[in-house]
């Protein structure tokens, strides 16, 4: 069974900055694909970027300006680069791999972005 765990999170000014990491327990060319989703206080999960095992990724357009996704292979690990942080980016922010069909979600990790 694949783990992942997020970590990173924090309180942050607006404007300011964050990275995310999350660490798999095996390599991530074996998981098909990994994803952020982030959920904030009151809203439904939503999802934000994904990397697939090629390295190709994907970004919502309205972070798209202001967040990069990327790997360290060697590391077994996932990135969310946040820049320009803004209020309504504070949330959970959960990792998720997909392994032939099957979905595993990391536990979340908490960033708070202050006004």
């Known amino acids: 069974q694949v783990h992942l765990v997020e970590s990173g999170g924090g309180l942050v000014q607006a404007g300011g900055s964050l990275r995310l990491s999350c660490a798999a327990s095996?390599?991530?060319?074996?998981?098909?694909?990994m994803a952020w989703y982030r959920q904030g206080p009151g809203k439904e999960r939503e999802w934000v970027a994904t990397?697939?095992?090629?390295?190709?990724?994907n970004t919502d357009d309205f972070v798209k300006a202001r967040f990069v996704i990327s790997r360290d292979i060697a590391k077994n690990t996932v990135y969310l680069q946040m820049n320009s942080l803004k209020p309504e980016d504070t949330a959970v922010y959960y990792c998720?791999?997909?392994?032939?069909?099957?979905?595993?979600w990391g536990q979340g990790t908490q960033v708070t972005v202050s006004s």
């Open positions: 998720r791999g997909n392994k032939y069909g099957n979905y595993i």
């Open positions: 095996e390599s991530i060319f074996s998981i098909n694909s």
């Open positions: 990397i697939y095992s090629t390295g190709r990724t």
